[in-house]
């Protein structure tokens, strides 16, 4: 079998030596590539799904671990198993948030709203990866951590190991159907003293990421190129400590004693010496000899891994040299199984000791005033400590070890444990895998929050992935582990829907949804905001905008939409608010009700309105009346969706930008599924990009719209669109109208800015269509009722000429129209018609 991949193909050693001198050219090209992030995240899981099953690739890659000298069937399954888990997205996208900041670390996003400044993670470029010999999971691993930072990777494994890792990138590069991995993965048997080939190798590396001991560091460092960044993660020394108030604890010296014998003190979190907090040698020595008996008991149920022949010499060179101690000074003693398979050493002497491995511990004092003092000396390789003592005393010894240089303290016998995102050598190895880069752009990018907004997006979702209807959402599934928050839709078109949310989920929608407020006009640093948003009922809008302005960091006033508007405008008077926040229908109901106070003011300058459209006529009305300057929607979304679009200062009434940040937007036929010509009506069809707890792909909102084909003013990439209302606004009586006909005539041809609300009915045989209307528009029914006659044929057809319709038109007061109780929304069609 071919032993190198390059490029994820497989080479023999004529092709590689062919190869390497071509390798600064192919990387000339591919360095221009963006980083796969998203190819690798569904690689990654596909390959650690694969490698949880029975057979095929799973026996593979045990047959290659298996390969090795001394190699156990027990720690082979466990490699496989570790790597699977690493391998899911979840704990992937995991380590990205907690080491990079965010699952899209490549994106620049703004620093601050005071200037234009915007910074990013960018990778190392071409990163070298040279490989320990011991831990079979650290090559591959090391790699996939490589292209999570975005970086061509080539790892170089020694000439005589096993094919393990070069198995493992193949088959991630298998998994990937996009092609998009393969241009990112190398990995080569190259000897150490292949020197042309490795000099050949490192002239083009960016980093260079290398495990080993000094020397093999320093000959690593030696070879880079300069200005080459090299990562070394050089051999640690770990231990643990045992306080004075735990000498007694069995439990305690049962857990070091299972960390000795786990993997026999082959990782370098594995305790080499047990520190006493005591000052006493009949102390010690007690201790050691109740250790021993520990160890022994434990070591038992653990299968022993056999030193080989240099391991062994080391082994007895230190235990000899201990006892000869003991026969001198008497200041040391040295306990050994019956069997040589573990052994104690213990030594009343703190200077801390490596081990030589395999069952074999030191035991030395070491009170606590004396604890920073003694291990600083070795500062640069310490690494875990595992602490035994009482919880209030954890923090102060903690801080001693930390003091001293220590990078991990954990509970003792949890040493070899770890978590997701959690630091290694007291760094973040993505990080220093990657380099910081800023951008400074010019005034013109003021609204900008993200380089998002200004590239092309792509679609997510693959081909033949069908639509998913309102009854379809309400099926789907959810992962309880990611199912942390529940909104209920408003219902104001259709039965109430239940929708989850991961925290996460919650906060990259909000973060998205702030981008858009801010590219919409709000200030953070100079709005005062009045949140009039509904909550309750489950209801999202009212905390989502509370989140959005957090997000933004703009002060805001949390009143919601309440009943006291007089209450309302006073606050927004006394404190000066300039923004509002809300439902067209209520802030009409407030600048009505509460006219003299706020035309008085003429202080609200800003409103960013969702939920309903608002017409021309209230947005003149609120302009020339009350003294606002900009008037434009705050966010396009639902709850059951999350946030889907925004408007910049060059979208006009009812057109958004794509939110593509988090939602990818296609536009269908309103009859079939395809996609519609441009400047076409259709359906809004929506997949997000952001959905652990719920995955929403290719759903149908229930609006219509068409694509605003025109390129922006603003330079933003995200695609254009111009909201033409529910689907929902169309009903029968007994033919099809649409209630945005009933609007825009009435706006058009009567001047009138206010709610409109349809009553359906039955009146004998006939369907009754009546048009609610505000009273305060001071209009006549009957003159309202001819001109919609006059300028909806259809509507004039059925009432006049068929007979089939009644057309009604009353005026009522705002109190008296229906709304959705959780939202506030109006209710745009009230049907009272008995189901047939």
């Not at 080479?11 to 390497?20: P, T």
């Not at 190259?190 to 490192?202: A, G």
């Not at 380089?451 to 792509?458: A, G, V």
């Not at 025109?710 to 033919?735: K, Y």
């Amino acid at each position: 079998m071919k032993p190198h991949l390059w490029r994820g193909q497989w080479l023999d050693d004529d092709e590689l030596a062919n190869q390497l001198p071509h390798l600064a050219t192919q990387l000339a090209a591919d360095l221009d590539r963006p980083p796969p992030l998203s190819a690798l995240l569904q690689a990654a899981q596909a390959l650690g799904q694969s490698l949880q099953q029975e057979g095929g690739l799973r026996q593979r890659l045990l047959d290659a671990l298996l390969a090795a000298p001394e190699a156990r069937h027990a720690d082979a399954l466990a490699v496989v198993d570790s790597v699977a888990g690493f391998l899911q997205r979840q704990p992937l996208e995991y380590k990205l948030e907690r080491e990079l900041g965010s699952t899209a670390p490549f994106t620049p996003r703004r620093i601050t709203y005071e200037d234009e400044r915007f910074e990013a993670w960018a990778p190392l470029g071409f990163l070298v990866h040279i490989a320990p010999g011991n831990v079979s999971s650290v090559a591959p691993l090391s790699v996939i951590e490589g292209l999570l930072a975005g970086n061509i990777n080539f790892l170089k494994t020694s000439s005589d190991a096993t094919l393990f890792p070069q198995l493992l990138l193949k088959a991630l590069v298998d998994h990937d159907p996009s092609g998009e991995l393969a241009p990112f993965i190398y990995a080569a048997r190259i000897s150490s003293r292949e020197s042309d080939k490795l000099r050949q190798l490192f002239a083009c590396a960016d980093g260079i990421a290398a495990w080993g001991g000094e020397a093999a560091i320093a000959a690593v460092r030696e070879m880079a190129p300069g200005g080459c960044r090299v990562v070394d993660w050089g051999h640690k020394i770990s231990f643990a400590y045992l306080a004075a108030e735990k000498l007694a604890d069995d439990a305690a010296l049962e857990a070091v004693a299972r960390e000795v014998c786990l993997i026999e003190q082959q990782a370098c979190s594995s305790p080499q010496c047990l520190y006493v907090e005591t000052t006493e040698r009949d102390t010690l020595f007690a201790l050691a000899e109740k250790f021993a008996q520990v160890l022994a008991r434990v070591s038992a149920t653990f299968p022993v891994l056999e030193p080989g022949t240099q391991e062994r010499a080391e082994i007895t060179s230190v235990s000899e040299v201990a006892r000869v101690e003991t026969a001198f000074s008497g200041r040391t003693q040295v306990i050994t199984a019956p069997d040589h398979s573990w052994r104690v050493l213990a030594e009343d002497e703190p200077v801390l000791r490596a081990s030589p491995l395999f069952r074999t511990l030191w035991i030395k004092p070491l009170p606590l005033p004396a604890l920073t003092r003694t291990l600083r000396p070795m500062r640069p390789w310490l690494q875990t400590a595992g602490l035994a003592c009482d919880l209030g005393r954890f923090a102060q010894i903690a801080s001693h070890l930390v003091s001293a240089g220590v990078s991990r303290v954990t509970r003792v016998g949890e040493q070899l444990g770890g978590y997701a995102g959690g630091p290694h050598d007291g760094v973040y190895a993505l990080q220093r895998y990657c380099r910081r880069v800023s951008f400074e752009l010019p005034k013109a990018a003021r609204g900008i929050s993200s380089f998002d907004e200004l590239q092309i997006p792509t679609s997510p979702v693959g081909a033949g992935t069908p639509i998913l209807t309102k009854d379809g959402f309400m099926a789907l599934p959810h992962d309880p582990q990611h199912a942390q928050l529940f909104f209920k839709s408003g219902g104001s078109s259709g039965a109430p829907k239940l929708s989850v949310y991961s925290w996460d989920d919650y906060r990259t929608q909000m973060r998205a949804a702030a981008d858009g407020l801010y590219a919409a006009g709000l200030d953070p640093l100079q709005d005062r905001v009045m949140n009039l948003y509904f909550s309750g009922h489950l209801y999202g809008s009212f905390i989502s905008f509370w989140s959005i302005l957090e997000h933004l960091g703009a002060t805001q006033f949390p009143m919601t939409g309440i009943d006291d508007l007089e209450e309302v405008a006073h606050t927004i008077v006394s404190q000066r608010v300039n923004t509002l926040l809300g439902m067209p229908f209520y802030l009409n109901n407030l600048f009505t009700q509460q006219a003299d106070v706020l035309r008085a003011y003429k202080g609200v300058k800003k409103i960013f309105y969702g939920g309903e459209h608002m017409n021309a006529q209230l947005r003149q009305r609120l302009t020339e009346e009350f003294g606002v300057k900009l008037i434009r929607a705050g966010a396009y979304g639902s709850n059951d969706a999350g946030p889907l679009g925004y408007q910049c200062p060059h979208c006009v009434g009812n057109v958004y930008h794509v939110l593509s940040q988090t939602q990818y937007l296609e536009i269908v036929d309103q009859e079939e599924d395809r996609p519609v010509a441009p400047g076409e009506a259709g359906r809004l069809i929506f997949t997000s990009l952001a959905r652990r707890g719920q995955k929403v792909a290719r759903y149908e909102i229930g609006d219509m719209g068409r694509w605003v084909t025109e390129p922006c003013p603003c330079s933003r990439q995200s695609p254009r669109f111009e909201l033409l209302g529910r689907t929902g606004d169309l009903f029968r009586a007994p033919n099809f109208f649409n209630y945005q006909t009933f609007c825009r005539v009435l706006a058009d041809h009567a001047g009138y800015a206010g709610a409109v609300q349809l009553q359906l009915s039955h009146a004998g045989r006939n369907d009754q269509i009546r048009v609610l209307l505000e009273a305060e528009s001071g209009l006549a029914p009957a003159s309202v009722r001819q001109l919609l006659l006059d300028h909806y044929p259809d509507l004039r057809q059925f009432v006049n000429e068929v007979k089939f319709t009644d057309l009604e038109v009353t005026l009522i007061s705002l109190s008296e129209f229906a709304t959705t109780p959780s939202t506030g929304k109006l209710k745009h069609i009230v049907d009272l018609r008995s189901p047939a």
